[in-house]
């Protein structure tokens, strides 16, 4: 029956012990969206072109929120990652935006958090930036897309699972 | 019409000048939902119990996420906290843990992103301690649920706005 | 009877709301000791006199570790200090070296955590310094000496109250 | 004769170069005790078996506090932990609490620092949150217990040698 | 005669105590330039119109630096600034980018250092940014333009005081 | 052509992806100059000698700001530095004080941005400890001195190349 790797069996946290693993090449992806109003669709997708770059500064926050991943969730590892890349695809249908967040190391441990991380806090830096004109943006569907390396090997999101 | 106050007429980010702001009490509610399997769920809710305790780890990082918001989104304000707590609510029925994240400040400027950084990364501590278990979870719903104080005033999050 | 401040009734952890108290003129400082072996005593004693200057190094490290407390004691609120200050006096009988972190600030809470993360760093800094003549130093009697203001008013430390 | 290694032959203040030392399995462990009032010890004891819990919340800060130690030392290497452990253990006859940080890493150099700070910072938040209770609380006797790998071997700490 | 105001009469550095000052209004400009090759210069003006935008991840990156400050400079006050402003100007003739950055705060100490570390952080992430094409570039005249304020009041640079 | 390193095709920033790179030996080292007024000079060099050690400080600043740079240039990797080291020479002529950092790791990618940081750090620091006493220092001459490793192999910095 699956455990959870992050408790020893008295319930208390530990960070997973890694340092029998070998370095080996890892690599996550991961997405979330966050659903904007029109005007603020227009806004961004119209300053982003011409003046002000709401997602330019969204792809720098998530990578270096990348980075600062070990400091915010505790029991995660310090992990030098050899790549970081958030990108943002827009809709103008639903009046949406969302991002990806590449992420790899050569490390003992993955990298999805990082990718989770970068991408969360891209989308609340996108958040911040349009929050004078409308509060009531959400963000959704934060999920790993596709992770690989490690003893888990080769895992990609599948949407009806749930 | 609405504009970004986050970026000059010639397009540059900017930290917004607040300094002629006077310093009033503001307050923050940000809720987000993360969606697990039966199992992590079940796993959850009975370590949390008995033994190993995700949300009380995952409450702490939210709390220390809140903190860390201006290091994490490029342009907020560093503002004191006078306040910062994280609830959490489970519903066995869709198998979801929702978290409530709640800050004050007395100052010149709100705290809302420091409730979204909050929520955002005590939902991604659940993720970290279960991913072991299943990696197809997914964070949604995250927004402002009620801000207070500024020269905006009141807002309430209504669900049927988008 | 006494109670813990950052336990809500069910038990979860709170940053306490410190929001409705005054700004007001508060102060705190806290002691420790390193016990090292007469060599190290020597070598932090000549040293500092003539070419490595141990405790000028860790006198820096308390007062930068005094500044970053609240990103490491979890329910700490964000204090800016108005003054941090690290001394130390060496006693050649016991070859021991014993620091003070004096802190204060004007605000709405305390800052004895700050004092004592400025002494228990500056303390660590002694160690990792001279660690490579002696791994047998021994840190102790780390506590509040005084601290002023605030609700609870003057506070001087007791020895015999325990 | 023994010397500084922190310190060039002028005095001045340096990383230790370790870039020629290869990839080795290091582990450290160090102690450190609170000595606490008999109605904290109650306190701390009763509220963790049912609702506040002191010992999870400082266990999490002692993680993260390892994890943090090259910010706070000065002159320490940043090192990617393999693993980071805190463990308490309760003495009702003395009214205290012992933390015990164990650390590892495969890398060029010892993690002792990353030990000794896990150990002080969980002993802090121990005093964080029982401080509105006692300000008398004293920190005690924190030192290395153990450590392997590098140059200098293995090393056990004697209580004797001082 | 002037005076350190870091250093006490025995040598030992401190934070300087800064609490009886009143919260009043301060700002300060700092300076600095960066001289490029022309292939450089060339790369930053176009790309920064067309496609990649140098100058955009600079500025933020001065922005954020800024707010970092205080972990920087081991003496410096916490500041929660009330703004922050980077702007670049380019000059053809001579290859070279100058940023300015602009801070203000209400409280007892003032910003320069927030101005002068910002402008640093802005020039060295475009050295970072070009260095694949020429690590020749020279950063240079990085000083105070003006600053108001405080005790000392209005300062404004002037090029032949040297 | 030489392109920016920095940027995909499509503009948007990227920390660049070194996971196929070899871990060597990589150094860098970076100066700088700060620009005093005779009396700081004096005081630099006496209080040096005698009691605040000016220099001291700003050495250790330098040392843990070029820990830091990842933190702080947006697109840098996180580089477990193997050394740091900052040195000062004095110039009674000139009344000019320069700064040499000196870094080293065996990774993936060089660390010339972290001797820069740790050069411009120690820098700023001495301008804030003399900042009471002349406010008209300037910052000058910031550039890489000599770097090796990598695929770009050995680069010494030529003066006369602008």
């Known amino acids: 029956m699956a455990e959870f790797t992050h408790f020893k069996k008295d319930g208390s946290a530990v960070m997973v012990d890694v340092h029998e693993k070998p370095d080996t090449y890892r690599a996550a992806s991961a997405t979330g969206t966050i659903q904007v109003s029109p005007e603020v669709f227009a806004a961004v997708r119209d300053h982003t072109a011409k003046k002000g770059d709401v997602l330019g500064v969204a792809r720098l926050a998530g990578i270096m929120g990348a980075k600062k991943n070990a400091e915010l969730i505790p029991l ?3 992990v030098p990652l050899t790549n970081c890349e958030v990108t943002f695809t827009t809709d103008e249908n639903t009046n949406s935006i969302t991002a990806v967040c590449t992420t790899s190391c050569v ?10 991380t970068g991408v969360s806090t891209a989308l609340l830096t996108i958040y911040d930036m349009c929050k ?7 963000i959704r569907d934060i999920h790993i897309l596709e992770k690989d390396g490690g003893k888990s090997g080769h895992y990609i999101y599948q949407k009806e699972e749930k």
């Open 132 to 138: 004078a004109m409308d509060r009531g943006m959400v």
């Open 76 to 78: 995660c590892h310090i």
């Open 107 to 116: 490390g003992k441990t993955g990298v999805e958090m990082e990718a989770l």
